[in-house]
């Protein structure tokens, strides 16, 4: 009979030294990647968008292995931002990257990415910190009836940061640029394979050559796993310019119905597989608002992981509207990916805003202002408390007609 083992479990061995059999389970880890890290939530690597409040809302960060689609804003002049965002995090963390276009050279994309922030990033936590929703100053601006609500991370603590701020006023360096590898794909200068790819592909030629671009950089560069990885782990991002439009050769954007109803979503099921399968993460903006055909966008939703929508304010009512001064534009989150989870990781607001600084993209909640500001003119007041209308969720019940709510 065996004697017993420490702890009073018996029938164990005890080895000579003293200590027990038992050995915890070594679990699979996380490979270690520059840039990424493992989410707390579900154990999904991250990588940052670029923008700090944008992982935020994402639960925070970019899944590897996964889509996100930017529905794009009517001048595209935010999307395009994002997208620079994106591929400026990947050369800052040393990232593979891969940036598709049929409207402009990714030559000048890279050239035109902004420059990191290092030396500031002290002093926008401190304005933070003394400007922040719980500070004096603060509470005297905001209402009482939202002081209490969850407000959205424009600048997280330096404790819970992922990714770096960048001043879009200043290009980033040359030398920071040629540390990078990058793969460019603009379709105009793509020879064409119309004699590789057959009809039988049933997708259009241009589509046919993109993905078979990504899955040459996605083999050559050992992300799949068919070829080691020279050094350190890597991850490939892919950045993709208005996908969808007409330059693409596509007809969705100017048809209600169109021919290659199918090609869009036949390369996103491709391109999704190819994701799934290797350390990489992709980034795409779509002209939603140009597609004629609706069905065609709930298809692009169902198909991508992560689906986030912009509307700017540039030439509309709202860019006047006293309501919306302090804001550049909505933004929309539509899709959240669920990962090793039953459930989403879901924002605590559905009213989102952005706004533009030189130094600082942010994404805040959307709150009515206080008395609709004593400053505003009596008919002012009356527009402000019908626009009001517009905000559901997160403001509290509704104006009715022309009256606002007087707290």
Not at 99 to 110: G, H
């Amino acid at each position: 009979m065996a004697a017993p083992g420490v702890g009073g479990m018996s029938g164990r061995n005890v080895p000579a030294g003293g200590e027990t059999s038992f050995r915890r389970k070594a679990r699979g880890k996380l490979p270690a990647i520059r840039g990424a890290r493992p989410s707390v939530h579900n154990g999904q690597l991250l990588v940052s968008t670029g923008v700090p409040s944008l992982d935020h809302i994402l639960g925070g960060g970019l899944a590897v292995g996964t889509l996100l689609v930017i529905e794009e804003d009517a001048y595209s002049t935010y999307s395009n931002l994002l997208l620079k965002y994106f591929v400026a995090e990947g050369i800052v963390n040393g990232h593979e990257m891969f940036v598709a276009s049929a409207s402009e050279d990714p030559q000048m994309t890279l050239k035109d990415l902004p420059a990191p922030l290092t030396d500031e990033l002290p002093k926008l936590e401190r304005k933070v910190e003394l400007e922040g929703p719980g500070s004096e100053v603060d509470s005297m601006k905001i209402a009482w009836r939202y002081q209490n609500l969850p407000k959205v991370e424009s600048v997280p603590l330096a404790s819970s940061r992922f990714g770096h701020y960048y001043d879009i006023s200043k290009p980033m360096s040359p030398d920071m640029l040629q540390s990078v590898k990058t793969h460019r794909f603009y379709l105009p200068q793509i020879i064409s394979l119309e004699e590789t790819y057959s009809s039988s592909s049933k997708m259009t030629c241009d589509y046919s050559q993109l993905l078979h671009s990504i899955q040459q950089a996605v083999h050559q560069g050992g992300f799949d796993g068919s070829n080691p990885q020279r050094g350190e782990k890597n991850i490939l991002r892919i950045g993709i310019q208005s996908l969808g439009s007409v330059l693409w050769g596509d007809d969705i954007c100017s048809d209600e119905r169109p021919h290659n109803v199918h090609s869009l979503t036949r390369f996103l099921y491709a391109l999704r597989g190819l994701l799934r399968s290797s350390l990489s993460v992709c980034f795409i903006t779509l002209p939603a608002h140009l597609i004629q055909n609706k069905a065609i966008t709930v298809r692009v939703r169902n198909l991508s992981d992560t689906v986030v929508g912009l509307e700017s304010f540039i030439g509309s009512e709202r860019e006047s509207n006293p309501l919306y001064k302090d804001y550049h534009g909505l933004l929309y989150v539509h899709k959240i990916p669920r990962l090793n989870s039953l459930i989403c990781d879901e924002t605590d607001t559905k009213d989102l805003a952005f706004k533009l600084k030189r130094k600082l993209f942010s994404i805040e909640r959307l709150h009515l202002p206080p008395d609709l500001s004593d400053t505003v003119s009596r008919s002012s007041k009356q527009d402000v408390a019908g626009s009001a209308k517009l905000l559901s969720s997160g403001c509290g019940t509704a104006a009715v007609g022309k009256k606002h709510l007087d707290f």
